[in-house]
C-alpha cells in the first residue's frame, strides 16, 4: 500500500527560493521542484523561463528530454506561438502577451525522459500597474561616486541591442535628458548617474518598447534606489521579511544575502545562528545546516549568499529564534527572523487518494462477499 502514494509538497517565496528532492518514487523516476516567483504588471509581455542548469545532477543536457507545460496542476498549454494566442510555449519558454490578472497562479515544466521526471513550479503574480512599487527592484549606489543604475530582466526581450532604447523616470516623472547628472546611452540598459548624493534615492522606472508581429508593447521595470557612503559594513537584503511561512515536514532552503559592493569577499564573514548559537551546535544530529558559501554579482555590485536548510522542518523550529550575521573590516549587521507554520499546500485531491483506495477495496471487499451469499443461496434452491 505505502509503494501506491507518492507526495510531493510545495512551499514559495515571493522573494527567494527553495529547493525540494523527492527521492525514487519505485519507478525509477527521480523527482526535484525548485520555486520561483515572478512578478508582472497588467497588459505587459511576461516569458517563464523553464530553468534547467539547477538539474546538474539529473545530466539533462547529454540525454534528450520532454518538456511540457501546466497550470495549477491540470491546465496543458499550447506549444508554439502566433499572433492569434496570448499564452504559448516555445522551448523552455511560455510566454505571455500580455499577461492579465487571471493568469496569476502556479505554471509546472516537466522535464522528463527515459530515466528521469524533473517539475519545475514557477509562481506568476500579476498585479495592476496602479501597485507597480509592490514589486521594485531593490539596488544600491555609493555616495560623492557615480554608478550605473541598471534596467533588471529585459534581455528575453532584446532582439538587438543597437535597438534598445530605454525612457527613465523619477518617482513618476520623466528624466531631464538635458540634466548632466543622469545619462541614459542607445544599446545600454542601465542610467547613468554622476556624483551620487542621498537626495537620489528613491524609486525609478525604465520602460522599453518590444515588437511582436504587428503589436507594440511596453515593458516596465522599478528600481529602489538606496545610497550609502563609501566607507560601510555589509547589508543583509534577504530575509527582507521577519517571518518566513513552512509547512511541517518540508524540506525550506532559507537564504541569506548580503551586498558587499566592491569589498573583497574573503573579507566578509556570513552565518547563521540559533538561538545565538552557531547552527552546528544547537543541531547537533544535522537536520539543520548551513549550505554552500556562494559568491554572487549582480549589476557589477558583489554579494555573498548563505542559505540555511532545514531537512525537514520539525515543530521546534517554529520556536527558535534565527539569526543572519554579517561581518567585515567596515561594520556588522544582525538580521533576526522567524519560522513560522503555514497552511499546508498539500493537494486535497492527493490526501484523498488513499481515502478513496481503501473505500474500493472495502467496497470491492463487500461486493465479494455479496456475490458469494447470493450464489450460496441459488444452489442451495437449485439443489432443493
Same mark, same amino acid.
Given at each position: ?9 510545495? +512551499? ?13 518514487? /519505485?519507478?525509477?523516476?527521480? *523527482?526535484?521542484?525548485?520555486?520561483? *516567483? ?18 546538474? @545532477? ?64 514557477? @509562481? ?13 527592484? @531593490? ?79 511596453? +515593458? ?28 511541517? /515536514? ?98 486535497? @485531491? ?35
Amino acid at each position: 500500500m505505502a509503494g501506491l502514494l507518492f507526495i510531493c509538497t510545495y +512551499i514559495v517565496d515571493a522573494s527567494a527560493f527553495r529547493i525540494q528532492r523527492v527521492e525514487s518514487t /519505485g519507478n525509477g523516476k527521480d *523527482h526535484t521542484t525548485y520555486f520561483k *516567483h515572478y512578478f508582472a504588471l497588467k497588459g505587459e509581455p511576461v516569458i517563464l523561463k523553464c530553468p534547467s542548469s539547477e538539474y546538474k @545532477h539529473l545530466d539533462f543536457p547529454y540525454h534528450p528530454c520532454n518538456l511540457t507545460w501546466s497550470k495549477n496542476d491540470s491546465k496543458m498549454m499550447n506549444q508554439g506561438g502566433d499572433e492569434e494566442r496570448r499564452i504559448w510555449a516555445q522551448g523552455d519558454a511560455l510566454w505571455f502577451l500580455p499577461a492579465l490578472l487571471e493568469d496569476s497562479g502556479q505554471y509546472i515544466c516537466t522535464r522528463r525522459n527515459s530515466s528521469y521526471c524533473a517539475d519545475v513550479s514557477i @509562481h506568476l503574480t500579476v498585479i495592476e500597474k496602479t501597485a507597480v512599487h509592490e514589486i521594485s527592484y @531593490h539596488q544600491i549606489l555609493f555616495t560623492f561616486t557615480s554608478g550605473k543604475l541598471v534596467c533588471p530582466d529585459l534581455g528575453d526581450f532584446i532582439q538587438k541591442e543597437t535597438d534598445l532604447e530605454l525612457k527613465w523616470y523619477k518617482d513618476s516623472v520623466p528624466l531631464d535628458e538635458d540634466n548632466k547628472k543622469f545619462k541614459s546611452l542607445k544599446g545600454k540598459n542601465f542610467l547613468y548617474i554622476s556624483s551620487v548624493s542621498s537626495k537620489d534615492s528613491g524609486y525609478y522606472t525604465c520602460e522599453m518598447s518590444f515588437l511582436y508581429g504587428r503589436t507594440q508593447y511596453n +515593458i516596465t521595470r522599478t528600481i529602489q534606489l538606496r545610497t550609502l557612503e563609501k566607507r560601510f559594513g555589509p547589508v543583509i537584503v534577504y530575509p527582507d521579511q521577519k517571518t518566513t511561512l513552512a509547512a511541517l /515536514g518540508s524540506k525550506l532552503i532559507l537564504p541569506c544575502k548580503v551586498f558587499i559592493g566592491s569589498s573583497k569577499h574573503f573579507h566578509t564573514f556570513v552565518t547563521w545562528l540559533a538561538n545565538d548559537t552557531y547552527i552546528d551546535i544547537t543541531y547537533k544530529q544535522g537536520r539543520v545546516t548551513e549550505g554552500e558559501y556562494l559568491e554572487i554579482v549582480e549589476n557589477d555590485e558583489n554579494y555573498i549568499e548563505v542559505p540555511l536548510i532545514f531537512d525537514p522542518v520539525r515543530e521546534m523550529d517554529f520556536y527558535t529564534d534565527f539569526k543572519c550575521e554579517a561581518q567585515n573590516n567596515h561594520g556588522r549587521q544582525v538580521l533576526p527572523t522567524r519560522v513560522k507554520q503555514g497552511a499546508s499546500s498539500f493537494p486535497w @485531491h492527493i490526501a484523498a487518494i488513499p481515502v478513496a483506495l481503501i473505500c474500493l477495496i472495502l467496497g470491492g471487499l463487500c461486493m465479494q462477499k455479496c456475490w458469494k451469499r447470493r450464489a450460496g443461496k441459488g444452489y442451495a434452491i437449485a439443489k432443493l
